[in-house]
Every structure is written in C-alpha cells, then in structure tokens.
C-alpha cells in the first residue's frame, strides 16, 4: 500500500487544485508555524476518515480535537480566500474536495471525499456531501469496484482499518491520548483488532453462552423436588448478583486506573519540573532510595506469601500424617496374607475362550454357555495386577513424602516469621515517605527572582497535591482489585456448587452430566486461550517497540532503558536492568518511547494485516531537539517502507543550510521528495493561504 499523490481543492488553507506527489520511500514537509503542515495532515485524514482536528482549546485543558460530524466540519472547511472569491463572483456554489491515489500492487485505487455548498442570503451554506472509492486493475484498466456512500465506506474499511488510523496517522500532539492502554482505548482497540482477539474473544464468549444453555437446560428437566429447585433458584441468583457486582467492580478498577493514569502523567511532568532545581536534588535521590526498597520489599512479600500458600496447601497432608502412614504398606500387607487374589491376564481369557476350555478347571466355554458369559464378564476386571502396581508406586510416592511433611509446622513458623519482619520493614517506610514528604515541603528555593520563587512553590505545591491523588487513585484500583479478586473466588465456589447439585440429581441422565462438567471446562479453555493470545499481542508489540527505540536513542550519552507496556497497570513506561521503573525521563525520551511503541504496534499490524501501511506523522518530534530529533526522524524513514512526515522547520531563513533535517534531505537516499510550506502574500489574513515548493525530487 503506497500513497501515490494528494489533490486538494479549496480545503482550509488550500486554495484551488493543488496536486502534490508522494515518494514511494520518503516525502518530508517542512515550513514554519500556519504554514499549512497540519492542514495538510487534515487533508489526508478528510479523505479517509471524514474526520478534521479542530485545534481550538478544549474545556479539558486539551489543545483540540477531532471533529467528524460532515455538517459541523463544513462550518471551517472552505478556504477563506476562495470564499471570498466566490462571494465577490456571485458564485451560486463552490466545492471543497481531496482526493488521494493509492497503489495497491496489482491496482490503483482513488478515494474522493468533498463537500457541496449553495449560496444562501452572501453566504454559502451545506448543500450535500460526496464520498467514493473507486478501484482500477493495473494490468488492463478496467474498473474492479466504484462505490459510493456506505458502499464506498465499507469498502475503505477493508484497506484500512479504523482501529489503526491513529498510529498510521499520527499527530504528535495527540500522542498521550493514543496510547492510553485503559479497556476500550484507542492503543486496546488497535492491539484487539491487529491480534485478532475478537476471535478469541467470540469464542469466549460462545463458551460462557453455552454454559448459560447448558444450565438453562438442566433447569427444564429439573425434578419437582421443591427443596432442591429452591436450593438451585437461589445458588443462580447468587451467581448473578455476584456477576453484576463483578461487573461493577470491574469498571470502578477501570475508572481508577485512568485516574492513575492521568496522576502519574501530571506527577512525571511536575517532577521534570523539579528536577532541574538542584535544591530538590537531595529529594529525588531519597525518593529514588525509597521507591527501590518499597519494591524490593513487596517483591519479598510476595514472595513469602506464595510460599505461604504452598506450605498450606500441603498442611492438609500433616493433619492426616498417621493416616498415611496406616496407608502406606497397605497394599503390600495384604499380599503378604494372600488377601489379593491373582490377577488373571486377559490374553489367557481370550486364549481360553478360543479353545472353548477353561485350562484350569475344564470348565466348557462354548458360546451360549453359562462358562462363556462368566469368563467375558471377567475380561474387564483384569487389572488387578494395574491396580497393585499402581497402589505400590503410591505407597513409595507417600514414603518420600512423608519426610517433608513432618517439617510442615516448623516451615510454616518460619515464613510467618519472615513476614512479619516484612510488614515491620514496610511500616517503617511508610514514616521514611512521611520525612520525604517533609523535605518536599521544606525545601527552599534559592530564585534570582521572586517569580522564579513562587513558579516553583506552585509547582512543589501541585506535586504534593497529585502525588496524593495518585496515591488514593492507586489505592482505589488495589481495592477494587482485591474486591474482584475475592468475588471471583466466591463466584467459582458458587458455579462449583451449582454444578455437583446438577451432577448429583439422579433425575438429570449422563448426557446432560457430562455437558455440564465439560461446558464448564471449555469455557475455562477458552478463557486461558484469550489470556494468552493478548498477552502474546501484547508481547509482540513490546518487543518491537524496544528495537525501534534502542535504534531512536543510539546517540544518547545516558543509557535510556527498556520500553515497559504493562496492561496490569494501564501503562507505557521504562525500566532499568532490574525491572524498576525510570522515573524523570525527559520530554525528548518520551516522544522517542510514544514513537517507538506506534513503529512497534505498526509493524505487528502489518505482519497481521499482510498490508504495508505509510506511515504519515504531522509534528512528531516538536519537542526534541540534538540528537533525538534527528535520530528520531532517521529511524521513521528506516522503519517504514513509506514514511510521509510533516515537521515544523526551525531555521531562520538566514541560516537554512545548517539545519540538520534539511541536511538530511539533502544528503539521504531514502528521501525521494521534498517540499516547503509557506503562506502567499496577501493584504489581509484572510486571502493568504498555502503554496509549497519542491525542494528535493
């Protein structure tokens, strides 16, 4: 899949045709501020999604955002030169369009979106709106599809998918919000439809469906018991409400964790704040120390308490030791006595039936003889001598065991030991949090001047206020995790209890038994299989975004870590060689890492989709500056086959020839083309609009 070339005709700050190229490896667009750069990522992003940003502030604190209502954007779309053209001509109409040619390998396909608009009173108002897509064979030119409307949309939707068009189309300054990872996010819905978890996810829930159908059908052919039908109706309506309160509990976990989310962004950014105050320097480094030890310390209690579990899992063996021991030469006792009978191997029945004589006896096996119908029914007992063998392997199993399970009350006194040291170590960090706090609160500032001063009191402030936010965010989703946690066990009990009244009901006949053990069952399997086909997705995109990144950051002097994606916490971050988390990273880091993770989540996409996607990016590096702008950049043109990046030129006009992304435009053979964006000159603002020069290709 390759862009090819772009038509705009009166569309924002494009006035008339403007029919500009793309090269099948790199096309970059440079200009200054309102030059028409984003306009042009507007264009593109018309086309195919019908959608534009509108970049007037938002009352969240946003700088904009995406308008896809067709009426809503042709209040802002029209170019204000044109129409002021029209409207001095007396025009009855004028047109707004963009058009987009793609190569897709074996035929070209052109999508045409515009808008109509009617005079009304010296005005010009919606009149309609057109949307197309129409395919050509390459080979003889003749026309595979031209569709329409809904047609046009559903076809459009085969090439590129909606879920993605935030990565493929990437707008720097919206970086944060696509990459959130909370349930039904745009990076979840992404990862969902690349990985193809709605197949898993259907046939989970086929599995839990057929559960449901199963039950449902036990139900109607339950006896008239009135004892055991009550004892039912009541265990289903507690596994009901337990799976609503599940449900509650689950979006409260989801609510929390975006809160945690947004605290921990607002915190990072306020600690960058700080950290270039050297009077804060003791603090971060005590914070480091504390943060490394309260992780080192849950870690280890983690630990204990999974040996703990263990340790009461075999405790069961210790309370019924003697019985054991009573057990274990069970078998062997009994053979001493010649309390066993013999076993009498099939093959010699077989044999014996064959002959029509009992060996033994003389007894007459003919077929129809009362010896024939006892001897066959005799071929399935014989296993006698399977069952001693397996009763003596058990007897040894018990033997070796027995040895560990004699040392169970000391193990146990042991791990309790050790936790509560633990927990007495983790109450004294909390008073070590307490003093750190402290000396974020008494810290003072030593500004030149009385602003300086009071910009780093509110940004001190701020901190301590959403560091307690964050704090009661992630105590919240630990919470309700733990409530999920406990009615997950609650309701695995219930659905058990629900399923042996089933089995046990004497009314209910083996076919609807064994659907009823093994609906349970598949549907267990298919809920593994979709843990692990997310956690595979998951994996991939990691795993690539990391390669991408150590490739943005190869001239950094510090080392820069390993990209983190972590769906337990909703997160995207870095960790050092121990896997603790790199807190005050830097802003040029961070464009870097929100790069990488969409060059990784990209790459899986097409591998998945078996579709080459240009990756077309409008001010992804706006904020670097050195070696991660450039290396940034190089790393776009590497990782894609089609890379089209719109980005802001920061060179005064005197001194072009020393700017490095124009160097390397010059100097790379991967850039095919090039243009500068400027505005013409016009008397009034509203007559400028965008042209563009080539100056490469």
């Known amino acids: 899949m390759e862009f090819k070339s772009i038509t705009i005709t009166n569309f924002l700050s494009y006035y008339d045709v403007n029919e500009i190229e793309f090269a099948p490896t790199t096309t970059i667009f440079i200009g200054q501020n309102n030059t028409g750069k984003s306009k042009l990522f507007d264009a593109i992003n018309f086309a195919l999604y019908s959608r534009v940003f509108l970049t007037d502030p938002t009352s969240d604190g946003t700088n904009g955002k995406w308008i896809s209502d067709i009426k809503e954007i042709s209040t802002f779309v029209v170019n204000n030169h044109k129409l002021n053209e029209a409207l001095a001509a007396n025009d009855d109409s004028l047109k707004v369009a963009v058009s987009l040619l793609i190569d897709n390998k074996t035929s070209y396909i052109t999508v045409e979106r515009s808008i109509d608009f009617k005079k009304s009173t010296e005005k010009f108002i919606y009149a309609t709106n057109n949307f197309s897509v129409t395919e050509l064979d390459k080979l003889d030119g003749h026309v595979i599809a031209n569709d329409v409307g ?3 949309e559903d076809r459009l939707s085969i090439y ?56 449902n059908r036990i139900t109607r052919k339950q006896n008239k018991n009135k004892e055991q039908k009550e004892q039912q109706e009541k265990l289903q309506f507690s596994i009901e409400t337990k799976k609503h309160q599940l449900e509650e509990y689950d979006d409260k976990k989801t609510e929390a964790d975006k809160k945690v989310a947004e605290y921990s962004d607002k915190v990072e950014k306020l600690e960058d704040e700080l950290s270039q105050l050297k009077e804060f320097e003791d603090y971060f480094k005590q914070k480091k120390t504390f943060e490394d030890n309260m992780k080192r310390i849950k870690a280890e209690l983690n630990e204990a308490n999974l040996e703990k579990s263990d340790i009461a899992e075999d405790a ?35 044999k014996a039936l064959k002959a029509e004589l009992c060996p033994i006896c003389g007894a007459d096996l003919h077929e ?16 006698t001598d399977k069952l001693g063998s397996y009763l003596r392997d058990l007897n ?61 009191d509110e940004v001190s402030h701020s901190l301590r206020h959403y560091s307690d936010l964050l704090e009661k965010a992630k105590l919240d989703s630990s919470k309700n995790e733990g409530s999920i946690g406990i009615l997950n066990r609650e309701l695995q009990k219930l659905r058990h209890e629900f399923k042996m009244l089933v ?68 997160e995207i971050y870095t960790v050092d060689e121990q896997g603790f988390r790199i807190r005050n990273i830097n802003q040029g880091n961070r464009i870097s890492i929100q790069l990488a993770v969409i060059a990784g989540i990209l790459t899986v996409a097409q591998e998945q989709f078996d579709q080459q996607y240009p990756f077309v990016t409008d001010a992804p590096v706006s904020t670097l500056g050195g070696d991660n702008k450039l290396s940034t950049v190089e790393t776009m043109i ?51 609009y965008t042209t563009y020069k080539k100056i490469k290709g």
């Open 503 to 570: 089995v046990d009901d004497d009314d209910i006949d083996d076919r609807d038994k064994i659907l009823t053990i093994y609906a349970e069952k598949l549907k267990n399997a298919m809920n593994k299989l979709y843990a692990l086909a997310h956690d595979t997705a998951y994996n991939e995109v990691q795993k690539r975004a990391n390669e991408y990144y150590k490739e943005m950051t190869k001239e950094n002097a510090a080392l820069v870590g390993d990209i983190k994606i972590d769906t337990s916490t909703s």
């Open 638 to 688: 590497n990782c894609f086959e089609q890379s089209i990046i719109i980005i802001k030129d920061d060179t005064s006009t005197k001194n072009k020839t020393n700017d490095e992304i124009r160097k390397l435009i010059k100097e790379s053979d991967n850039v095919g083309l090039a243009y500068e964006l400027s505005l013409s000159k016009a008397e009034n603002i509203s007559d400028q």
């Open 396 to 456: 040894s199993t018990f033997g070796n065991a027995n040895e560990d399970i004699q040392r169970i009350p000391q193990n146990l006194e042991k791990i309790l030991e050790r936790k509560r040291q633990l927990e007495q170590k983790k109450t004294r960090l909390f008073k070590e949090k307490e003093e750190l706090q402290g000396i974020l609160d008494n810290t003072k500032i030593n500004a030149d001047t009385e602003e300086k001063k009071k910009k780093a």
């Open 368 to 383: 129809g003889s009362r010896g024939c119908e006892y001897a066959k029914s005799r071929l399935p007992k014989c296993d």
């Open 160 to 215: 590129f998918a909606p879920s993605i068009k935030d990565f493929f189309l990437f707008q720097g300054e919206s970086a944060n919000r696509i990459m959130q990872l909370q349930k039904g996010g745009n990076f979840s819905r992404a990862v969902k439809e690349i990985a193809r978890l709605s197949v898993f996810e259907d046939a989970k829930d086929l599995a839990e469906s057929y559960v449901g159908t199963v039950h």
């Open 316 to 350: 069961v063996f210790y309370k019924i030791r003697e019985k054991i021991e009573e057990f274990k030469d069970f078998y062997s006792k009994l053979e001493e006595k010649g309390e066993v009978p013999p076993s009498i191997f099939a093959a010699e029945i077989n």
């Open 150 to 152: 809904e047609a046009a």
